[in-house]
């Protein structure tokens, strides 16, 4: 792992989660696991199932999903923010980590594409006085 992303790296990233959903009502999980198998997507799904991503106020969870040694990627968002964000939105961020991802600087990949997420969320849910936080702002790594 500390090839990919370091300990400083990760509170980095967890630092990039908090500060997004500080202006949201959204929850942004990010996981980052060795390989994410011959079905990315499936994998995906059921990772944001069991992490209760499904289960927000107002469905606007998002995962971002890494699987370092496969080189796969896949960004997921609950129905909430799907019914908001353009049509191309989770391609263009996806397009941004892989630029960054080229040239092995997976940090600031993850950290762009996580800011760009929080922006996408604040503009569709913006931070409210009741909002709480629903999930942790942990980096998943496996």
Known sequence: MSKFLSKSDLQRLKDAVATSEKETSGEIVVSV?????????????????????TNTKDRNGILIMIGYKDQQLVILGDEGINEKVPPKFW??????????????????????????????????FPHQSDDVNELPDDIHVE
């Open 33 to 53: 696991q060795k390989k994410l198998g011959e079905d990315p997507n499936e994998t995906a799904k059921k990772f944001f199932e069991e992490k209760g991503l």
């Open 91 to 124: 391609d263009e961020i996806i397009l941004l980590m892989v630029d960054h991802f080229k040239d092995n600087n997976y940090a600031k990949g993850l950290e762009k594409a996580i800011l760009q997420v929080g922006q996408q969320l604040k503009e569709y």
